[in-house]
């Protein structure tokens, strides 16, 4: 029991409480781990695996994995460290968004120990009777100690009662499902205790509440994000990923290694101890931090490759082997010529025109070598040469003139 605490416990940021999980786990029965996501972006990132890897952990130690998809509760939209409502998503993003977070957290669980059900099974069948029971569980005051709802109350932003009633609606997840442990990142402490609070109204024995870190991304200052660009995504080919690791801050390799790479608490202690002592150098720790996590999402060997791909480019300065081409075609032309920002979005070496003209104008874009650096410069098919554009140090694309 020690150890599976132990492992559990590793690297969490609220356990509450130890003396419970404890009791729990002391009746030998596998316990119903929970884990509620809302499908409210596209796809998965290092600092949202961090949470599935601690569920991971239970589901090792022999207990059952519960995966609420929220699809219901996406349509309220968690106000957690928002400032302002969050914009409703459409049911059809909700729906796109659930099948990604599905297919890529079963790149990290396991599926003998696993139960996945959608929220929308009993929140949308609770009504306006079942709503209003909810919602008479709690008051105002008490959603109001939340950080999120103080501030803004203090401040006179606005406060929906749909956000209020989002707390209410997670906990009663975990009332219909009887979870014995409830995980989140450590934003959502507050969410999880209201689910416990739930319970004990509801006759059942409260939840254990286990949250995690909030993974800093690239940046090495604010948590990872897709939209501040400063994330890795679990589904990145694994040179992406290789680089991205290489380029994060010195001090953040031992947070990284212990949420990151899955690793057990004394093989974690060892290699930051290492680190500390000066034993391994800082870039051969991130190397090896490179390399298992490319492992974990792409298979064992391909961290060798990917850091074989990346020596090539960075130490002996050759394009890559495998640089992915696009065929340029008549209809992507205007009177004969193309916008670098838009061949690039083209190319799928930036998201969109925007951010291409954006990379131009910050000096990150090559053409055959070549820095670019006016948003505006437009190319004819003939004077694209060899065609091998590079955003930044790790992003390539070979470009195929038109047929003739």
């Known amino acids: 029991m020690d150890e599976a605490v132990r492992i559990v416990g590793a690297g969490a940021t609220n356990l509450i409480s130890e003396a419970d999980l404890r009791k729990k786990l002391g009746r030998g029965t596998p316990l119903r781990v929970k884990l509620g996501i809302d499908p409210t972006a596209s796809d998965i990132h290092l600092g949202f695996a961090v949470v599935l890897r601690k569920l991971r952990q239970f589901q090792d130690l022999g207990h059952t994995a519960v995966l609420i998809l929220g699809d219901f509760t996406a349509r ?30 079963g790149l990290i669980l396991r599926p003998d120990r696993l139960e996945v059900r ?42 929906s009662v749909m ?20 995980l989140g990142g450590s934003d959502q402490l507050f969410n999880n205790l209201v689910g416990r609070e739930l319970q004990e ?32 995504g679990i589904t990145e080919p694994g040179p ?27 093989r974690v202690e060892a290699e930051t101890a290492a680190l500390a002592s000066g034993a391994t150098h800082p870039n051969a720790a991130k190397r090896l931090l490179a390399r298992t996590i490319v492992d974990l999402y792409h298979g064992e060997g391909a961290g060798a490759a990917a850091e074989a791909a990346f020596d090539q480019v960075f130490k002996k300065h050759e394009v890559p082997d495998d640089v992915p081409e696009f065929g340029l075609s008549a209809e992507h032309l205007v009177d004969g010529r193309i916008r670098l920002a838009r061949l690039l979005a083209l190319a799928g070496l930036v998201q969109s025109n925007k951010e291409g003209a954006r990379k131009i104008t910050e000096g990150a874009v090559r053409v055959n070598g070549e820095r670019i650096t006016d948003p505006d410069r437009e190319l004819a098919p003939g004077e694209l040469g060899d065609g091998l554009l590079q955003v930044g140090r790790r992003s390539w694309a070979r470009v195929l003139p038109p047929s003739a």
């Open 163 to 182: 956000e209020l009633l989002y707390p209410l609606l997670q906990g009663h997840d975990s009332v219909v499902v009887e979870a014995d442990v409830e």
């Open 240 to 266: 992406e990923q290789f680089g991205k690791i290489m380029s994060i801050p010195d001090s953040l390799i031992p947070r990284y290694m212990l949420l990151a790479t899955g690793w057990h608490p004394d």
């Open 118 to 159: 959608r929220n929308s099974e009993w929140l949308g069948a609770l009504g306006a009777d079942g709503l209003l029971g909810l919602a008479g569980r709690a008051t105002v005051a008490q959603m109001l100690e939340r950080d999120d709802f103080s501030r803004r109350y203090a401040a006179g932003q606005p406060i």
């Open 76 to 105: 309220v939209g968690d106000p957690t460290g928002r400032s302002a409502t969050r914009p409703r998503l459409a049911p059809e993003q909700i729906e796109a968004n659930l099948v990604t977070y599905q297919a890529q957290a």
């Open 201 to 232: 109204k509801a006759g059942q024995e409260p939840q254990v509440v286990l949250t995690t870190p909030l993974l800093e991304g690239l940046d090495g200052v604010n948590k990872m994000s897709k939209s501040l660009g400063n994330y890795i």
